[in-house]
């Protein structure tokens, strides 16, 4: 389990009853990003796996997370510990998805289990996205990219799209049958706005 824990959110406020009120769902969103401003703190120079970063977006999204998606996870006690594959469903905005299963995969493991998502070749094309990617996680979409992560006993997730390589071939979609000797696992992602919840299912044999 993640050492993580939420700090008391200023939105609470306690009334003199003792009673607690919440103020709206906005106020806490926006408050929770000003932790933003913290990525300047950075090694923006080197594009790795930085917990540093990981660690600042799951404060700043604490406010999404909890208040306006409304996550609840469920089924981490399936994923195995060994290699495994995790595929999800965008549900028309992958940004979000990938960020509320960003902090819910460091809020359980910690700096214990690395992230670890194949992304797409465009994103590399950016010079601001192909720094961040690989730091959250993200690892180049590709067979052989698939495999290493799989060989080094991490659980990859991936979202299978229909871009095609020059083979005739999705390099994201061919990944999902590599399980590297290890099980596969399901994960379902969110698909609506107002009661989000990620469900990876029980882990199949490879």
Same mark, same amino acid.
């Given at each position: 389990?993640?050492?993580?824990?939420?700090?008391?959110?200023?939105?609470?406020?306690?009334?003199?009853?003792?009673?607690?009120?919440?103020?709206?769902?906005?106020?806490?969103?926006?408050?929770?990003?000003?932790?933003?401003?913290?990525?300047?703190?950075?090694?923006?120079?080197?594009?790795?796996?930085?917990?540093?970063?990981?660690?600042?977006?799951?404060?700043?999204?604490?406010?999404?997370?909890?208040?306006?998606?409304?996550?609840?996870?469920?089924?981490?006690?399936?994923?195995?510990?060994?290699?495994?594959?995790?595929?999800?469903?965008?549900?028309?905005?992958?940004?979000?998805?990938?960020?509320?299963?960003?902090?819910?995969?460091?809020?359980?493991?910690?700096?214990?289990?690395?992230?670890?998502?194949?992304?797409?070749?465009?994103?590399?094309?950016?010079?601001?996205?192909?720094?961040?990617?690989?730091?959250?996680?993200?690892?180049r979409a590709s067979w052989r990219n698939?495999?290493?992560?799989?060989?080094?006993?991490?659980?990859?997730?991936?979202?299978?799209?229909?871009?095609?390589?020059?083979?005739?071939?999705?390099?994201?979609?061919?990944?999902?049958?590599?399980?590297?000797?290890?099980?596969?696992?399901?994960?379902?992602?969110?698909?609506?706005?107002?009661?989000?919840?990620?469900?990876?299912?029980?882990?199949? $044999? $490879?």
């Amino acid at each position: 389990m993640s050492p993580w824990r939420a700090a008391p959110a200023w939105t609470e406020v306690v009334r003199r009853d003792r009673r607690v009120r919440r103020l709206p769902a906005l106020v806490d969103v926006f408050w929770a990003l000003r932790h933003l401003r913290e990525v300047r703190q950075v090694d923006w120079s080197d594009a790795s796996l930085d917990y540093r970063l990981i660690e600042i977006l799951n404060r700043a999204f604490d406010g999404l997370y909890r208040r306006y998606f409304r996550m609840e996870v469920r089924g981490f006690e399936n994923i195995p510990g060994s290699a495994a594959v995790l595929v999800g469903n965008h549900s028309g905005f992958g940004v979000a998805e990938l960020l509320m299963l960003l902090v819910a995969w460091y809020r359980r493991f910690g700096t214990t289990r690395r992230p670890c998502c194949l992304a797409h070749q465009w994103l590399y094309t950016t010079p601001f996205l192909r720094v961040v990617v690989p730091k959250i996680g993200g690892v180049r979409a590709s067979w052989r990219n698939a495999r290493q992560m799989l060989a080094a006993g991490h659980a990859l997730t991936l979202f299978p799209a229909a871009s095609t390589s020059r083979r005739g071939r999705s390099p994201t979609a061919t990944a999902s049958s590599c399980t590297g000797g290890g099980g596969s696992c399901a994960w379902r992602l969110p698909t609506t706005r107002r009661s989000c919840r990620s469900s990876p299912s029980a882990a199949m $044999p $490879p």
